[in-house]
C-alpha cells in the first residue's frame, strides 16, 4: 500500500505570525500571497499536487479527516480577515459568501489545466515568477468586493 504524506498548499505556520498582527490588508495580502505562490509553483503541478487537489474536492477515505483541521485554521484566519475589512460578524452569512468569492481564483488554479487555461487566455502568466503579481491583482479585486459589501 502507497502512503502519501501530506503536503499543504500553504504551511499555515508560515502564515500565521505575519497576519497575527497589522492591518487586515496588509493580512489579507500576505494570506493570499502565500496561497499563490505555492499554486504557482512546480509542485502544485506535479503527479501528488494534482492529487492533493483532487483530495480537496473529493476527499478519499484515505484522508478522511486529517484535511479538515488545517482547513478550519484557515478559514477562521480569512473569516476574522474578512469580518474586520466589511464590518460583518465573521461567522455570519455575508462573510462566509465573500469568504468563497476570495478563494474561488485559488481553487481555479488548484483544479483546472493549466495549459488549457493558458490556451484560452494567453496573456494570463501562471508561474512562480508572475505570483507576485497575480496575488496583488486578487488581493486587489478582493478589496473592491469587500468595500462594496461593507457600504450595503
Do not use: Y
Not at 504551511?11 to 490588508?25: I, N, S, W
Not at 492533493?52 to 478519499?60: D, T, V
Amino acid at each position: 500500500m502507497v502512503r502519501l504524506r501530506h503536503a499543504p498548499v500553504a504551511d499555515q505556520h508560515e502564515l500565521l505570525p505575519t497576519t497575527a498582527k497589522g492591518d487586515p490588508q496588509r493580512q489579507l495580502a500576505a494570506f493570499l500571497g502565500l496561497i499563490v505562490r505555492a499554486l504557482t509553483s512546480p509542485v502544485s503541478q506535479s503527479w501528488p499536487g494534482k492529487l492533493l487537489g483532487r483530495e480537496f474536492i473529493s476527499p478519499s477515505k484515505v484522508r478522511g479527516r486529517a484535511h479538515d483541521e488545517p482547513l478550519a485554521a484557515r478559514s477562521k484566519m480569512l473569516k476574522s480577515i474578512v469580518g474586520a475589512l466589511t464590518g460583518k460578524p465573521a461567522g455570519g452569512a455575508q462573510v462566509a459568501r465573500c469568504c468563497i468569492s476570495i478563494m474561488a481564483p485559488c481553487a481555479l488554479l488548484l483544479l483546472v489545466n493549466r495549459r488549457k487555461l493558458q490556451r484560452f487566455m494567453p496573456g494570463l502568466s501562471l508561474t512562480p515568477a508572475s505570483a507576485a503579481e497575480l496575488a496583488k491583482h486578487m488581493v486587489d479585486f478582493s478589496l473592491a468586493g469587500l468595500a462594496a459589501v461593507a457600504q450595503r
